[in-house]
């Protein structure tokens, strides 16, 4: 018959698996997105996989003596696998940690309450005390993370297909935070002498099932994603990729990709609304941009990511998103942007190899709008120059371009010359019916499909 302490690591080797599948999870899903994940958490989630699989070998093999040493290596391997997987699929929804934030208030707090309820009822402790203490909130942090992953991979899938699961949402991470809290209360008592070790093999044995519900609603969730993200469709050498806007994705499956498109359309056309959708959809998606603002400020890009609730902090942090000032230093003000540059085409052709060095993602963009004051300035030959430059760097980075436009100020010579340098052209419109303005759009030409050609409203 098997005894006590081989039940106990057979349901501890359970327990790893279990902790294990959230991250494996998270890896593929940014695979699936292609998008490389931090390497910092990565590798913080193999140090934490290969580190409790080794604890419980050596605890197997008689290396390591069953006790509070044994379970504090346990649980702080299994606290660095629960907040990889948490800041991985963080990272995989661009949301803020504001959620988790909140939760570090309840796991710092918890386990101190825990010692003192122990030692008001007379617990002597078995070892130094901060040991005691260090194994509590590792092993009670592992549990809220993965409390915290599950809500945040089921907001993705809501997110992804538009779709609610409030009380899967809920079951997943609840089921989680009890575990977290039955931890909280028999490891204690087990250290303490408060419980005795046949009532924690019990409780660890209803934390086991609780944990194997939870897990198989995450595997059912992951299956979904799945399902739900679809795969990159290819023409040719192109990827068609998705840009947010529905009548385009709609009409011709997104905007292939590394690719130049331009963007043309009047004043008040939603260009510049254009590229800050297209930005919000591909940064979601894991790709990186370069937004080189000629007409406006940086600042005034930010918001208007922003309002797509993109954590734009986030991205800059990690030059994902390079947002670049052209704009204030034609008035004298010196911009507080982490980079800017003037509209000389010299300066501006440094700053795109600079910024394509730098930005991190699978997949790089440029976003240049507008090229309407650059042709007013330095006219069309200089512009025809650096168009070919761009494109030849672009194509040694493997990155996309897009180009917005004022069609109305520009000649239809310069127009065309100016439509021949890329692969693709969308053409805004703005117009006034029955009083109202509105707003229209159509695919001029794109490489991958052939457009209908026809104004659709927007």
């Not at 907001?155 to 899967?168: M, V």
């Not at 498109?261 to 260009?271: A, E, R, T, Y």
């Amino acid at each position: 018959m098997v005894g006590i302490p081989t039940l106990q690591l057979l349901g501890d080797f359970f327990i790893s698996t279990s902790g294990a599948i959230p991250y494996v999870i998270a890896l593929d899903l940014k695979r699936k997105l292609r998008s490389r994940p931090k390497w910092w958490a990565f590798f913080m989630g193999l140090i934490g996989l290969a580190g409790n699989f080794t604890t419980l070998t050596a605890s197997w093999l008689g290396f390591l003596s069953p006790g509070p040493e044994f379970l504090y290596f346990e649980n702080l391997s299994r606290m660095l696998l629960g907040l990889s997987a948490a800041l991985l699929v963080t990272d995989i929804l661009n949301s803020s940690l504001q959620g988790i934030r909140a939760l570090l208030v309840l796991v710092a707090a918890a386990p101190a309450s825990s010692i003192l309820l122990y030692k008001a009822q007379g617990g002597n402790p078995v070892s130094q005390e901060i040991l005691i203490v260090q194994t509590v909130y590792f092993g009670f942090f592992f549990w809220i993370c993965l409390s915290y992953y599950s809500l945040i991979l089921f907001r993705y899938l809501e997110k992804i297909t538009d779709t609610h699961f409030r009380p899967l949402t809920t079951s997943a991470s609840v089921l989680y935070g009890i575990v977290g809290f039955v931890f909280l209360y028999a490891v204690p008592g087990y250290l303490y002498g408060v419980i005795s070790p046949q009532d924690r093999l019990f409780l660890r044995s209803a934390s086991t099932i609780l944990g194997t519900i939870a897990g198989i609603i995450l595997l059912n969730v992951a299956l979904r994603l799945k399902i739900a993200i679809p795969k990159p469709v290819r023409v040719g050498r192109f990827e068609i990729l998705p840009t947010g806007v529905r009548e385009i994705d709609k009409e011709v499956g997104g905007i292939p990709y590394p690719a130049a498109i331009l963007v043309m359309g009047p004043g008040g056309s939603g260009k510049t609304g254009f590229v800050s959708q297209f930005c919000a959809t591909r940064l979601e998606a894991g790709d990186s941009i370069a937004w080189f603002c000629l007409e406006y400020s940086a600042e005034y890009a930010r918001g208007g990511l922003r309002i797509s609730s993109l954590n734009v902090d986030m991205f800059e942090r990690d030059d994902r998103l390079i947002l670049v000032d052209c704009y204030l230093p034609l008035s004298g003000i010196k911009p507080s942007e982490r980079f800017s540059t003037s509209t000389n085409l010299t300066d501006i052709s440094i700053m795109i190899t600079k910024t394509m060095e730098l930005l991190k993602g699978q997949r790089k963009w440029l976003m240049i709008d507008s090229m309407s004051s650059l042709v007013r300035e330095h006219g069309i030959d200089r512009i025809l120059k650096f168009l070919s430059n761009t494109a030849a760097k672009l194509a040694v980075a493997k990155a996309g371009l897009i180009c917005t436009v004022n069609n109305k100020a520009l000649s239809e010579l310069e127009l065309a010359i100016i439509q021949e340098q890329f692969h693709g052209n969308i053409q805004l419109d703005i117009f006034e019916e029955r009083g109202r303005l509105r707003r229209r759009m159509r695919i001029v030409k794109m490489p991958t499909v052939k457009g209908s050609g026809k104004w659709c409203n927007m």
